[in-house]
């Protein structure tokens, strides 16, 4: 018993299988967010993929970066408000949102922040994440905009609620120390 399926089917189901995955990757926003990423990475950018709610001050700077061997960091002592050290690197991604850079401050020992700027197109998209993994945030009016800030166990993560023109997208984890 041969089946044959008539070319009008053939024709169409051939169509889909091509045109659909070309339709999700343009015209819908995860598909266009995943094609950014595939293309940060094709271009050498790396993911930083970092639990932020198991942040730490007690973190060991050489086993945090170690963590992430494919990412090259960039650290020099300049003291500042955040910390004496800073590491600081290019990337592709954070947690799966198309990001720029992250820099990570240490004050002798201890952790105390990372800063990882994002690209804005991509802003509602990491508060749904956020809001997904950990929950709804604390509300903070600071001048004319609003901060949301998540609580963990040894610090907080802070990101605009929406975004502030003239200043980079960028989210932050502070210690609870200090």
């Excluded at 040894?154 to 984890?173: K, N, Q, R």
Aim: aromatic fraction near 8%; hydrophobic fraction near 45%; include cysteine.
């Amino acid at each position: 018993m041969t089946l044959k399926l008539p070319k009008t089917y053939t024709l169409i189901l051939a169509i889909c299988v091509v045109a659909g995955p070309f339709i999700w990757l343009v015209l819908t926003e995860d598909g266009k967010r995943r094609s950014d990423l595939f293309l940060l990475h094709l271009l050498g950018h790396q993911p930083f993929n970092l639990a932020v709610a198991n942040l730490r001050p007690d973190l060991d700077e050489e086993a945090l970066l170690a963590q992430f061997p494919r990412i090259t960091f960039a650290c020099d002592d300049r003291p500042g408000a955040i910390g004496r050290r800073r590491c600081a690197a290019e990337i592709g991604s954070f947690n799966g949102v198309p990001a720029r850079s992250a820099e990570l401050y240490w004050d002798g020992d201890q952790l105390n922040a990372v800063r990882i700027d994002y690209r804005g197109r991509w802003h509602q998209v990491l508060l749904e994440e956020l809001y997904k993994r950990h929950g709804p945030p604390r509300r903070d009016s600071i001048g004319s905009g609003v901060i949301l800030a998540w609580r963990f166990d040894a610090g907080m993560l802070l990101v605009p609620e929406t975004l502030i023109a003239d200043e980079p997208p960028a989210l932050m984890w502070v210690s609870g120390q200090g």
